[in-house]
C-alpha cells in the first residue's frame, strides 16, 4: 500500500469514526435543539452529573452529593467541576457546555487512537 493511499484509509476511517460517534452522541436529542438539548442515556445519573456543574458553577460546596446534599459524593467530579468553572468564567449555560465540550472531548479521545 502507498503512502498516499494509507494516508487516504486512516483519513476515511478518522471521518467516519468522528461521524458515527456524533451519531451516537446526538441521537439522543435529534428530537430537540442539540444546544438546549440533554443526552438521556442513563438520565438518572446525567442528572446527577449535571448537577455537581452546576453545584460547582454556583460555587456550592463541591463534595455535596447532587441529590442528597450529604457530604459523601461517589460521583467521579473532576470534569463536571470543570463545566462549572468553564460556566463560571464564560456565562454559557452548563448544558450546552456538557454538549459541546463533550463532544469535542470524545472527537480528541478518537482522533489520538
Excluded: C
Excluded at 478518522?14 to 446526538?26: R, Y
Excluded at 442513563?42 to 446527577?48: A, T
Excluded at 463534595?63 to 454559557?92: D, K, M, R
Amino acid at each position: 500500500m502507498t503512502t498516499g493511499a494509507r494516508r487516504s484509509a486512516v483519513g476515511g476511517s478518522f471521518l467516519t469514526a468522528q461521524a458515527l460517534s456524533l451519531w451516537a452522541l446526538l441521537g439522543p436529542v435529534s428530537n430537540a435543539d442539540w444546544t438546549k438539548g440533554f443526552r438521556a442515556y442513563f438520565s438518572n445519573d446525567q442528572l446527577s452529573y449535571a448537577a455537581i456543574a452546576v453545584n460547582s458553577s454556583q460555587s456550592i460546596g463541591s463534595s455535596a452529593e447532587p441529590l442528597t446534599g450529604t457530604g459523601v459524593s461517589f460521583y467521579p467530579s473532576g470534569w463536571y467541576h470543570f463545566l462549572g468553572l468553564v460556566n463560571n468564567v464564560t456565562g454559557v449555560p452548563v448544558n450546552l457546555l456538557w454538549q459541546v465540550l463533550g463532544l469535542a472531548a470524545i472527537g480528541i479521545a478518537i482522533a489520538i487512537l
